[in-house]
């Protein structure tokens, strides 16, 4: 069952931006630290930023000054702006949440630890 909604995604030409959002309901929101992850066709899917309740953030290199997550409380949303897009940022993006009480989020890319996830919103940047 699907807790995390994702959207915002689209399509885009190369240096384009876009920004995507997820929803999560409260107990989850409030409880968890939260992180996006992407996955490009015939790839793995791999961690793209991570933040902690304190507002620690983290990234994967490959996006580091161009992509900035962050959130709204009064919301419970999470965003990620991305800017610069380039075509290899073509995937489809994925909100996650893993429990607080498992530790902080910050630079732990690691997909099984995540808790609970959206169904994904398809980014593709064209050349």
């Known amino acids: 069952q699907v807790q995390l909604v994702e959207s915002g995604g689209g399509s885009v030409q190369a240096g384009g931006s876009l920004k995507l959002s997820c929803v999560a309901p409260g107990y989850i929101y409030f409880s968890s630290c939260m992180a996006w992850f992407r996955q490009a066709p015939g790839k793995e899917r791999e961690g793209v930023a991570t933040?902690?309740?304190?507002?620690?953030?983290s990234y994967v290199d490959s996006v580091k000054g161009r992509f900035t997550i962050f959130q709204d409380n009064a919301k419970n949303t999470l965003y990620l702006d991305m800017d610069s897009l380039k075509p290899e940022d073509t995937s489809i993006y994925y909100c996650?949440?893993?429990?607080?009480?498992?530790?902080?989020?910050?630079?732990?890319?690691?997909?099984?630890?995540?808790?609970?996830w959206g169904q994904g919103t398809q980014v593709a940047v064209s050349s």
């Open positions: 933040i902690d309740s304190d507002g620690r953030t």
């Open positions: 996650a949440a893993r429990y607080r009480s498992a530790g902080y989020c910050y630079g732990r890319f690691i997909r099984s630890e995540f808790n609970y």
